[in-house]
């Protein structure tokens, strides 16, 4: 492949426009365009490429249907009724409220597919909970709630994994199962540090709710508890396609909000309505960007070539996963996750394949990857999403992150090189791999 | 632009949003449907699954061509949110252009191909290729009117007045 290649070239001014701030959608359609330009090829491709891809990748529908749950779950007065009763579990605790955001999130992951939704839904209340009477200090509560929120996509349902399962073919379900474990993993790893942390910082105590109340917080909280389980039971038993959980997970969540806690308006649903079709419309024009660019690189034979050369080296698969892992942490810190599953980690698949490494074990490992970036400077985004909702300065929460940042990375090198952390519960389930 | 001008446009602007969120809800509603065929009644249809796919492209689309805002839109804006009002505007300048030139020249082939899609209907619905593909045709001609115009202001505007951004990306 020469530098002067129309591959190399389109690349390159792919990569300029997406430095100078177009979007990375547009991006990909202007430089597949030049590329099929420089080729002699049909240029009406793209439209091609987008119109076909978008129209037979069935399984992305489920990432609008997700988005509006999670959206739903955060209008109602479900998060109250769910953060009164983890407070009643682990509030007792020293740091109680810092185990409190922790095991919401675990709860909350197993409802919405995103880590922004869940940080943006929850991560206001927990702020303005964690803080009050300087119990915390703010940049503490902000690291946290931002670190808690990456394990939302790793627990199932997930829209990384479900991005990931459309560049690779593994199986949605045996996806969202190997992320279980890992996930709690990383919750504990969390909860570790704020065990640590809050001898030396002394941190308060909350009121111990009484036993008695228990089973009351628990009955009121209960059907939005059940959610998980409609939404991974209908997958799991086999008797709904992840796409339809996606839309029933919505439904229940709208159903209860209305009928069982009363807590939502026709305005507040048509804002949900909206706010979860602009983010849908903004995620789905990446996907079409990267079905246009997916196309030129296909032709190119590009992860055939990456292949050629990684087997050149003599990697080991260990090897193959450290090398990995250290490009997409770099890769992290500067790009959308997103945008790396879709153009990034395809490269790197027909590789993973001849090194035996397994398809699940592999996803669950990029998806927490990923996820990383999510919180590590200089672009993470959940450091912007919880600087605009706290107002804490950025510098500040990236400080108090950075102990959460090592615990997690410890976690995923587990992750990585003990593939049974992931795959032990699909093989439970009948996963052959 | 005058007042009523100013006032029809957001009123526009609404209606687009409006038509956003209604797509979302077709979407949704025709899951519900096909859900409860399926289970409830067990009717297996597959009209449903034929509407949720059209209303994600043209949510997709009509999303990004007229309800979506560039810093709404997943970009990579370190460099941009950065830059002084002076490098900003060249940006935008140079990012216009190419957009406009690029996306100019695969119009008409682009035509081509959704116009030459007439040939094959959808399996249920028998609604013809070129128009559930339309929506591609539109998408392409707002995002040129869209460009031109944001290199036009940048072009002619003082620097200070190319729209900056406060918050990086906006994305899932």
Aim: proline share 5%.
């Amino acid at each position: 492949m020469s530098l002067a290649s129309p591959f190399s070239i389109s690349v390159v001014v792919i990569t300029a426009l997406a430095l100078l701030g177009l979007p990375i959608g547009h991006a990909m359609i202007a430089g597949s365009v030049l590329y099929l330009l420089m080729t002699g090829q049909d240029l009406g491709t793209v439209a091609e490429q987008f119109l076909n891809g978008m129209y037979t990748n069935y399984i992305i529908l489920s990432v609008p249907l997700f988005v509006l749950a999670a959206e739903l779950m955060n209008v109602g007065t479900m998060t109250d009724r769910l953060l009164r009763f983890c407070n009643a579990i682990v509030g007792r605790f020293r740091g109680g409220l810092a185990h409190v955001n922790i095991l919401q999130s675990i709860i909350f992951a197993g409802m919405s597919g995103s880590a922004i939704a869940d940080a943006a839904g929850t991560g206001k209340m927990m702020q303005t909970m964690m803080t009050k009477d300087g119990k915390y200090p703010p940049s503490f509560a902000a690291a946290l709630t931002a670190a808690t929120a990456v394990i939302g996509p790793i627990i199932p349902p997930s829209i990384p994994m479900i991005i990931y399962a459309l560049v690779s073919d593994a199986s949605i379900g045996y996806l969202f199962l190997g992320g279980v474990i890992p996930g709690l993993l990383m919750a504990l790893a969390q909860m570790a540090l704020v065990i640590g942390s809050a001898k030396r910082r002394g941190f308060p105590v909350e009121l111990a709710t009484p036993l008695r109340d228990l089973p009351r917080i628990t009955w009121q909280a209960f059907p939005a508890l059940m959610m998980p389980v409609v939404l991974l039971g209908g997958i799991y038993s086999g008797i709904m396609t992840p796409t339809e959980a996606a839309a029933a997970a919505a439904g229940y969540a709208l159903v209860i909000s209305i009928a069982v806690y009363r807590s939502v308006s026709p305005r507040s649903l048509y804002a949900s309505l909206l706010s979860s079709a602009r983010t849908s419309a903004s995620i789905g024009m990446l996907i079409g960007g990267a079905l246009v660019f997916n196309y030129v690189v296909t032709v190119e034979n590009i992860p055939q070539e990456v292949r050629g050369l990684l087997t050149s080296f003599a990697l080991s698969p260990t090897g193959f996963l450290l090398l990995v892992n250290a490009i997409l942490l770099v890769l992290g810190c500067v790009l959308e996750g997103t945008a790396i599953l879709l153009i990034v980690v395809p490269v790197f698949i027909p590789t993973a394949q001849t090194l035996g490494i397994d398809m699940v074990h592999f996803g669950v490992m990029v998806v927490v990857n990923i996820m990383l970036g999510l919180v590590t400077p200089p672009y993470g985004l959940l450091l912007f999403v919880m600087t605009g909702i706290t107002g804490v300065p950025l510098r500040d929460i990236v400080r108090d992150i950075v102990p959460f940042l090592v615990a997690m990375i410890a976690a995923l090198a587990i992750i990585t090189f003990v593939p049974d952390t992931v795959l032990w519960l699909p093989r439970l389930f009948g996963y052959e791999g | 632009m005058t007042p009523a001008l100013r006032a029809l446009g957001a009123w526009c602007y609404r209606r687009a949003e409006n038509i956003l969120a209604a797509m979302l809800a077709a979407m949704f509603v025709a899951f519900i449907i096909q859900i409860v065929f399926r289970y409830l009644l067990n009717l297996p249809i597959g009209w449903t699954q034929e509407v949720t796919v059209i209303m994600w492209i043209w949510l997709v689309l009509w999303g990004a061509a007229f309800v979506l805002r560039e810093s709404e839109e997943v970009r990579f804006d370190i460099f941009y949110a950065s830059a002084s009002p002076r490098v900003r505007r060249t940006m935008c300048i140079v990012t216009a252009i190419a957009l406009v030139v690029l996306y100019g020249i695969s119009l008409p082939a682009v035509v081509d191909y959704v116009a030459f899609m007439k040939v094959e209907s959808s399996a249920y619905l028998k609604i013809r290729f070129d128009l559930l593909f339309s929506i591609y045709v539109v998408f392409a001609i707002a995002a040129l009117v869209r460009y031109i115009w944001l290199c036009w202001q940048a072009v002619w505007s003082r620097p200070a007045a190319v729209p900056g951004m406060t918050k990086a990306g906006s994305d899932e």
